[in-house]
């Protein structure tokens, strides 16, 4: 089969889908990316708004193409026709593809699994070896490095939020809507606050576990970086800190990258990360990590950018921080004493993030949750929140993303105005921050509440 273009990620685990099947149906161009996005049945499951993440431009719009079958059924006809390449430019296509907010939920709800984030990111991915990325694209996509190269950075974005001028003139130049706060990192980062905090010598015998500090908890959520910290010493764990070597800015997953479609960026990024972490796996260690996005892009994304057997090893390693402890409850090898919370006496309103909602990880939730005395908690059952990376607060997406949230995140919150809101996700809590002024607090910073600190 001829390629009408080369893919810039790796298919090669779909070279087999639909061989044998008369009625596959895969286009004819495309190679394994074509057999990816061939995996669709049609049966247009994704065409519902029941329980699920699936489709969340769908559920909010009702139109049918941007569904994830939507998708697919527009792919297949560009990757079907004479010229391809000319096909993926289509503005029908390009809108469908720009309105996939990359949840994932497609690859667990779908009944084979279509995983339409990984196809955008191939598809950004061709109209950007075409045309150039916009400069909101690089700089969203090189968030870590900006933040950490140019210190004004930090600034800038506080200026912003407090002045309608600069709030206007970033709409204007970069595409930042004018009407959203925009997340503001803190001058000490997670990983600072770390390196100047007492460190006491391990246990004789103790478990050894290693955190990893992503762009979003070291810049943005420190707190929850020493959280989780004291949460696993607490635990009994001698605790490892994933860490750039000396002189190098702090390591990135390259989850923004990939979002933005930046393939290179990402694996450059993802080579770097895979380097710290590769010897702690080597050595059995868990990696755990706190932002879904961020963790279960080293375990789902890497193995699509062809870096071999260290991202698969690393893969097999890499956690979340409540699958780490729920296993770990589970094999009764966590030594973490718990007492009850405040709540408001209401429950705890629990939202998952589309990543962790892909990856199954709201059972390990559940069962952390549950080993704290007396909690009352319940899940939200909802969609997207809308934030979805940067999509909420880009100009073009920012009505569309609140309107995700208010399909029944929002509803479901402002119902219960004075409890407790406990979201992993730093997308869930801004967007949750932003238009409903509520703070909502990570499991880590939860369970260093209830956590008794003698037992450090």
Same mark, same amino acid.
């Given at each position: 089969?001829?390629?009408?273009?080369?893919?810039? +990620?790796?298919?090669?685990?779909?070279?087999?889908?639909?061989?044998?099947?008369?009625?596959a149906?895969?286009?004819?161009?495309?190679?394994?990316?074509?057999?990816?996005?061939?995996?669709?049945?049609?049966?247009?499951?994704?065409?519902?708004?029941?329980? &699920?993440?699936?489709?969340?431009?769908?559920?909010?719009?009702?139109?049918?193409? +941007?569904s994830?079958?939507?998708?697919?059924?527009?792919?297949?006809?560009?990757?079907?026709?004479?010229?391809?390449?000319?096909?993926?430019?289509?503005a029908?296509?390009?809108?469908?593809?720009?309105?996939c907010?990359?949840?994932? &939920?497609? =690859?667990?709800?779908?009944?084979?699994?279509?995983? *339409? /984030? *990984?196809?955008?990111?191939?598809?950004?991915?061709?109209?950007?070896?075409?045309?150039?990325?916009?400069?909101?694209?690089?700089?969203?996509? #090189?968030?870590?490095?900006?933040?950490?190269?140019?210190?004004?950075?930090?600034?800038?974005?506080?200026?912003?939020?407090?002045?309608?001028?600069? %709030?206007?003139?970033?709409?204007?130049?970069? &595409?930042?809507?004018?009407v959203?706060?925009?997340?503001?990192?803190? #001058?000490?980062?997670?990983?600072?606050?770390?390196?100047?905090?007492?460190?006491?010598?391990?246990?004789?015998?103790?478990?050894?576990?290693?955190l990893?500090?992503?762009?979003?908890?070291?810049?943005?959520?420190?707190?929850?970086?020493?959280?989780?910290?004291?949460?696993?010493?607490?635990?009994?764990?001698?605790?490892?800190?994933?860490?750039?070597?000396?002189?190098?800015?702090?390591?990135?997953?390259?989850r923004?990258?990939?979002?933005? @479609?930046?393939?290179?960026?990402?694996r450059?990024?993802a080579?770097?990360?895979?380097?710290?972490?590769?010897?702690? /796996?080597?050595?059995?260690?868990?990696?755990?990590?706190?932002?879904? /996005?961020?963790?279960?892009?080293?375990?789902?994304?890497?193995?699509?950018?062809?870096?071999?057997?260290?991202?698969?090893?690393?893969?097999?390693? %890499?956690?979340?921080?409540? #699958?780490?402890?729920?296993?770990?409850?589970?094999? =009764?090898?966590?030594?973490?004493?718990?007492?009850?919370?405040?709540?408001?006496?209401?429950?705890? +309103?629990?939202?998952?993030?589309?990543?962790?909602?892909?990856? @199954?990880? *709201? =059972?390990?939730?559940?069962?952390?949750?549950? /080993?704290?005395?007396?909690?009352?908690?319940?899940?939200?059952?909802?969609?997207?929140?809308?934030g979805?990376?940067?999509?909420?607060?880009?100009? #073009?997406?920012?009505?569309? &993303?609140?309107?995700?949230?208010e399909?029944?995140?929002?509803?479901?919150?402002?119902?219960?105005?004075?409890?407790?809101?406990?979201?992993?996700g730093?997308?869930?809590?801004?967007?949750?921050?932003?238009?409903?002024q509520?703070?909502?607090?990570?499991?880590?910073?939860?369970?260093?509440?209830?956590?008794d600190?003698?037992?450090?």
């Amino acid at each position: 089969m001829t390629l009408a273009f080369e893919p810039f +990620l790796d298919w090669s685990s779909y070279r087999d889908a639909g061989l044998g099947d008369a009625y596959a149906d895969v286009p004819r161009y495309g190679g394994n990316f074509a057999r990816a996005v061939a995996v669709c049945i049609n049966s247009r499951q994704c065409e519902t708004r029941g329980k &699920g993440v699936m489709c969340p431009s769908y559920r909010v719009t009702g139109r049918t193409e +941007l569904s994830t079958g939507g998708r697919v059924r527009l792919l297949k006809a560009a990757l079907n026709s004479d010229t391809p390449d000319t096909r993926l430019s289509d503005a029908v296509l390009a809108e469908a593809m720009d309105l996939c907010v990359g949840c994932k &939920g497609c =690859k667990r709800e779908c009944e084979n699994g279509v995983d *339409m /984030a *990984m196809i955008k990111v191939e598809y950004l991915a061709q109209c950007h070896a075409r045309q150039a990325p916009a400069l909101r694209t690089r700089l969203l996509g #090189e968030l870590s490095r900006h933040l950490h190269q140019h210190p004004l950075a930090r600034h800038l974005i506080r200026w912003r939020n407090r002045s309608t001028v600069l %709030a206007w003139l970033g709409e204007r130049v970069l &595409g930042i809507s004018r009407v959203r706060r925009v997340p503001e990192p803190l #001058e000490d980062t997670c990983l600072q606050r770390l390196e100047m905090a007492p460190s006491a010598a391990p246990d004789a015998g103790s478990r050894e576990v290693t955190l990893l500090i992503d762009t979003f908890t070291n810049d943005f959520a420190p707190e929850t970086g020493l959280a989780a910290e004291q949460v696993l010493k607490r635990a009994g764990y001698q605790v490892h800190l994933a860490r750039a070597p000396a002189n190098e800015r702090p390591l990135c997953c390259g989850r923004t990258h990939l979002a933005n @479609g930046l393939v290179e960026q990402a694996r450059t990024e993802a080579r770097r990360m895979l380097e710290v972490l590769q010897p702690h /796996a080597a050595a059995g260690r868990r990696i755990v990590g706190l932002e879904p /996005a961020c963790l279960l892009a080293i375990r789902d994304d890497y193995a699509f950018l062809g870096l071999g057997e260290a991202a698969a090893e690393v893969a097999s390693q %890499a956690l979340l921080f409540e #699958e780490f402890l729920a296993r770990e409850i589970s094999g =009764k090898r966590c030594n973490l004493p718990l007492r009850p919370v405040a709540t408001n006496a209401q429950p705890l +309103l629990v939202h998952g993030h589309c990543h962790q909602k892909a990856a @199954g990880a *709201m =059972k390990s939730l559940r069962k952390v949750l549950r /080993a704290i005395p007396e909690l009352e908690f319940e899940f939200v059952e909802s969609s997207c929140c809308g934030g979805a990376g940067s999509f909420g607060i880009e100009k #073009e997406h920012a009505l569309l &993303g609140m309107q995700m949230a208010e399909s029944a995140l929002f509803p479901a919150l402002r119902a219960r105005p004075g409890a407790r809101v406990l979201a992993n996700g730093f997308s869930c809590k801004s967007q949750i921050l932003d238009g409903l002024q509520r703070h909502s607090i990570h499991l880590a910073d939860l369970l260093l509440e209830s956590s008794d600190p003698e037992s450090a």
